[in-house]
């Protein structure tokens, strides 16, 4: 399946892109995630935990840069995955890309999203993952403004909230349903 996310950065580009490309610097922001090995300069393995649904899953994975085009700002990345109780596994390939904005920078991300096994019926309405992962995105975009506020107070990668993220999903299915609007 695919969908499409973006978010502000209150950077210009030519002062976000490093940001965005320093994955050790911005592991912390990400809902759920932990960075656990950097393989090389392109290639990280970690884990995050989502919730689809009532089903809380924890995947281990790899990400890797495949394609990074610095004076464009945009970037190639897949990730894969394999659920900690053998549950099935996630693929991912997406890109994103920086424009001016108002606000600085506005990130645009489109992804191509593979579940197999059991995970697959889990989060089988299309729209479920779209509001995961849109609220996921959302934190994430929220920890690293504060992050960007106040380096000094990076913290280490939080568990995402179960609650805040079940709220966030249903808001979002909500408006799309009733036609409140687009989700970013």
Request: aromatic share 6%.
């Amino acid at each position: 399946m695919e969908f499409d996310n973006a978010f502000e950065v209150p950077l210009p580009p030519e002062q976000a892109w490093p940001v965005l490309m320093n994955v050790q610097g911005i592991a912390p922001c990400m809902p759920g995630a932990q960075l656990t090995e950097v393989v090389d300069d392109k290639t990280y393995k970690g884990n995050i935990g989502v919730r689809l649904g009532p089903v809380a899953l924890t995947f281990a994975g790899t990400v890797v840069f495949e394609a990074i085009d610095n004076t464009n700002y945009s970037a190639s990345v897949r990730a894969q995955g394999n659920d900690a109780k053998g549950r099935g596994a996630a693929q991912a390939k997406s890109t994103f890309r920086l424009e001016p904005s108002a606000a600085g920078s506005k990130v645009l991300v489109h992804t191509d999203l593979t579940l197999s096994g059991a995970v697959a019926q889990y989060g089988r309405g299309v729209g479920m993952i779209q509001a995961t992962a849109s609220a996921i995105m959302n934190q994430f975009a929220n920890n690293l403004k504060k992050q960007l506020a106040d380096p000094s107070a990076a913290a280490a990668a939080k568990p995402i909230s179960a609650a805040s993220l079940a709220g966030q999903v249903a808001w979002t299915a909500i408006k799309d349903k009733f036609g409140g609007g687009k989700s970013e």
